[in-house]
């Protein structure tokens, strides 16, 4: 199959097909709280977080203005002192290590596995001090870290365990959900993440009841009660009209899940049966990647790009810089002390994928990649 001969447009996450095929529920959704006119902390804000609980087995769901508020609270309600350090991946979108930053702390960055591009949980420890208050990994990707390990040394060592599930919400590790698999799960409903909404959103999950109601007064301003402030907060809440759109996309977001792990598999083993010059990430035994990016790795990417753009596909880099490398971060680290990070952001590329994108235009994908990498 000659790729250049059907470039169909190709939309790199798309979202009108999932609308089309949520239409009427999301549009219900929507007209119901235009009726009831009740825009901030709504029914559906208590609804969506008692739904989002029970998909992830975690006692609480909070939800939030943004996947950023989301790990700022979390942080926030640690009550971090100044000075106080926060273990995280270079590796990652800035929000995880800016909220660090902006909770009074700083981040310690420890490098990532090279063929996950998930933090090292051998390197942790190593990078512990008494100044540690908490572990932030990120289920890059899709894919969880290495919970089980993570949460053993943070138990060994007092430590708080901040899992960054904002590409890796719906994902299984170990028959658990993404979202409960530390002291707190933090997630985004931005619109391309596997559970979007047509605007900012986000949830913190949590079974610790104090931490729980910590977080609820955050997000108001820190108030316990009416113009009671309690603690510094932020205006983090949810709007009740995002809270409609994400109750609209979970009539069929476990059938999403399930078509994103298909179209994971097809996409692996079209490409390793295709002899293409890529490599595919590692999946760990015992979980899953629900694909936030279905991301491969590929050399002289900027011409691979360019080549498939040509033949219509479209295609995003996640991401070019490790945060090490960053301007704003660049004091927290040595330029060359994670390597593996470096490295994978000089190959990583990512195709498209949505739970709706079809095995005709999956395979036109396979084609131009082939063509693309054959130079
Ligand atoms: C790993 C990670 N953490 C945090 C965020 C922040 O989420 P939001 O854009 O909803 O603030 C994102 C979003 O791109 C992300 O990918």
């Known amino acids: 199959m000659n790729a ?12 009108k097909s999932q609308y089309a095929a949520l239409r009427q529920t999301i549009n219900e959704r929507i007209q119901r709280v ?12 208590q609804e969506m977080e008692q739904r989002l609980a029970a998909c992830t087995g975690a006692r609480h769901c909070i939800s939030v203005a943004s996947g950023t508020e989301a790990l700022l609270i979390a942080l926030m309600a640690l009550d971090l002192k100044p000075g106080d350090e926060v273990i995280t991946t270079p590796f990652t979108f800035a929000a995880t290590a800016e909220t ?16 996950s591009c998930n933090i090292d949980a051998t390197k942790i420890e190593a990078a512990i001090t008494k100044k540690t208050k908490a572990i932030m990994p990120v289920g890059l990707y899709g894919q969880v870290a290495d919970m089980d390990e993570i949460n053993a040394i943070a138990q060994r060592h007092g430590l ?7 590409q890796s919400f719906g994902a299984t590790y170990k028959g658990r959900k993404s979202g409960n698999l530390g002291t707190f799960g933090c997630t985004s409903f931005f619109p391309s993440k596997p559970l979007g909404c047509y605007g900012d959103g986000g949830a913190i999950f949590t079974s610790d009841d104090t931490l729980a109601q910590a977080c609820r007064e955050i997000r108001v301003h820190g108030q316990s009660a009416r113009y009671t402030h309690t603690r510094v907060g932020v205006g983090g809440r949810m709007d009740t009209l995002q809270c409609a ?4 996309k979970l009539e069929r977001f476990d059938w999403e899940i399930e078509r994103r792990l298909q179209l994971g598999q097809r996409y692996r083993e079209l490409i390793t049966r295709s002899g293409a010059p890529v490599q595919l990430l590692t999946v760990r035994p015992e979980r899953d990647c629900v694909w936030a990016q279905f991301t491969v790795f590929v050399k002289e990417r900027e011409a691979v790009q360019a080549r498939l753009k040509a033949l219509g ?9 490790p945060l090490h490398h960053q301007p704003a971060y660049a004091e927290h680290c040595c330029a060359e002390c994670c ?27 396979v084609s131009a990649l082939v063509e693309a990498t054959r130079g």
């Open 4 to 15: 250049r001969h059907e470039a169909p447009a190709l939309d790199f996450i798309d979202l």
């Open 34 to 45: 235009l009726d009831h006119g009740q825009y901030i902390m709504g029914p559906e804000v």
């Open 100 to 115: 660090i930053v902006l909770a009074g702390a700083r981040p310690v960055f420890v490098d990532i596995e090279p063929d």
């Open 160 to 166: 708080a365990v901040i899992e960054d599930a904002a």
């Open 245 to 248: 759109v994400v109750l609209g």
């Open 313 to 321: 596909v479209p295609t995003a880099v996640h991401y070019p810089k």
């Open 339 to 365: 390597p593996e990070s470096q490295h994978a952001a000089a190959r990583v590329m990512s195709l498209p994928m949505s739970a709706d994108l079809t095995d005709a235009q999956l395979q036109h994908v």
